[in-house]
């Protein structure tokens, strides 16, 4: 259905601001941005870790002030689905596009309508099941996951996973798998992961995964992993779950590069693109879970080679770059060759990405995208200029780029033990809010 444009001339009165949808996103763009005061959210923003979301304050302002009931938003990069929680809630219609199998499955649990009573009853059958076999049918589970890795894999779970971890979360998945409500495997998927991927302690042999720099510690203990899957279920329960509407939200499995929407069929974008130094290695994390999801370690590895900005090569051809990107690639050149030709594909694909969003974006309307800057070699690269300027490129005004203190205790951004030690550490105490405008 195409809708109906939005002209930038009609009065937009909301409480607080006032004018043109344009006025309003200059006016946004001014204000507080750093939610130091927290009003009590929707929980199914926490179900699961995942490093560098922003809060969900964050795009609900925007969408709040800039979009109305039933119109589109969209997330071309939506990790752990915030813009569309947020979209849902104030009842607007979204689209979610991440080229990350874990994204994609937490986004598909948190959409989902709970039915408490019948996902007790299956928590309950899966634990006693579980926990029978566990105990007496070790030699069968054992033998599940003898035919269900292959040989690269199984060094990775071994390395990372005591045998007895293996062995109940391999019973664990055998009970899942029963169940035929896609519904209801899609919510036990994500919690199943969120058992692995957790800010603090886990079921792996590793040490902090939900900042994606994991360790692994020799004698750490670690709980029941059949346990720890039930703690977390009962307590999505009991949680106040209510206010998503999975129907308004579609989650699409796909490249930011190649969004699969019409053209000028969306109102609002608000997205969260990756660091461009790949300092957040998402996939480094997320194969923990993923492994037990059905992915290979080499599967996996060749995923990663297509995410924005990795340090593989591709062919790249030439594009109009700004003076200043081009002079941050020649800068980094001189220090490490490899770095600069990561920095060089990240502005490519970047621009890829952004032409894209322009393309599906209608007129007269915004585009939020929410980036932290980052030192390569040393060298500050300043992405939400470069960002900036690509925008320009494609045809974008850009209306003005906010500042935002990043709080690091809910942001769950990697950290080093010693001062200076992380690069990433060093740079990101704050992000850049850019505020694009399709005239």
Sequence with gaps: MQLPLFKSDKKHEKPGFSGTKKNILNDILKTDLNFTVYNEVNRRHYWHAFPAKFPPQLPALFIEYLTDPDEIVLDPMMGSATTLIEANRLGRRSYGLDIDPLAIINTNAKLKCIDRRRIENHLNSIVYNAENKYKSNKKFLAEKIDKRFDEATMDFLNYWFQKSTQLELMALLTEIEKIEDDDIISILYSVFSSTIITKSGGVSMARDLAHTRPHRVQGKKVKSAIQEFAIKVRKILNENVNGVYSNQAAVIKGNARNIPLRDETVNLIVTSPPYANNAIDYMRAHKF??????????????????????????????????????????????????????????????????????????????CIIVVASSKICGIDVETHKCLADLGREVGFEVIGIGKRLIDRNRRMMPFSAVKGNSKIEERMHQEYVIGFWKN
Excluded: D
């Design 289 to 366: 879970s993923l492994v037990w999801l059905g992915y290979s370690i080499n599967e996996l590895k060749e995923l990663r080679k297509q995410y924005i900005g990795a340090e593989s090569k591709i062919n790249i051809n030439e594009e109009p770059f700004s003076k200043r990107i081009l002079k941050k690639i020649e800068s980094i050149a001189e220090i490490k060759s490899s770095k600069s030709q990561a920095f060089r594909r990240y502005c490519y694909e970047m621009l890829k990405s952004i032409n894209e969003m322009y393309r599906v974006l209608e007129k007269e309307s915004p």
